[in-house]
């Protein structure tokens, strides 16, 4: 299979997981795992064909990590990036001093009103690595990078999550712990 078709099915994977579980009738329980069975009987009935072996290797290669198999192999879900309602059971972690927010210049005015906010996803999604970044905030137009005192955050009493693949997870980010890079 090629790489368009794995990625193809990787983002229909997101959607399901993360967003719109309803449209193929599955059900994610209280921590966003889904029964393989069933997920792939009902993307079969959506005319999304995945056999057992393909969603192992999305799991494995996917780039960011995207999703996870449980232990006993049943079950899967989405690391992270979820509008639906889950708790993925995250413990609080200490972030490094910074943390990197790629987004595109258009959204700097009101950012810098408002402050970072979560809009249509549980948290803020934050990155260690600069170039991730750029990434993606190039998705939304001209890539801008903010840098968040995250450790500033901490002492000010905002919790850090880190989910499986790495995304750093906080609710908001006020004006005051962000900084414009470039
Ligand atoms: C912006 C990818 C105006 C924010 C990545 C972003 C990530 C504001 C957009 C994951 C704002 C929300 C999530 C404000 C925030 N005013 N714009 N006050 N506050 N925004 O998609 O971080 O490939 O919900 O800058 O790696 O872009 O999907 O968040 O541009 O982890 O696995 O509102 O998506 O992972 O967009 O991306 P999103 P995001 P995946």
Known sequence: ???????????????????????????????????IEALLAKAGQAGKPITRELLEKIVAESDKQRFAISDDGS????????????????????????????????????????G???????????TANRATAIDVGSRYGRPVVLSVAARRMVEAGHEFRCSANG????EAVAVEFIEVQS
Do not use: C
């Open 1 to 35: 299979m090629s790489t368009p078709e794995l990625t193809q099915i990787s983002k229909f994977l997101s959607l399901v997981l993360r967003h719109n579980p309803q449209r193929i009738g599955i059900e994610l329980d209280a921590a966003g795992w889904t029964d």
């Open 75 to 114: 079950r899967v879900r989405a690391n992270q990036g979820h509008s639906v309602e889950v708790d993925l059971e995250l413990p609080v972690v200490a972030p490094p001093e910074l943390l990197y927010h790629g987004t595109a210049d258009r959204f700097l005015p009101s950012i810098l009103r408002t």
């Open 116 to 126: 970072l906010e979560r809009r249509n996803r549980h948290h803020v999604h934050l």
């Open 167 to 170: 995304v750093w997870l906080v």
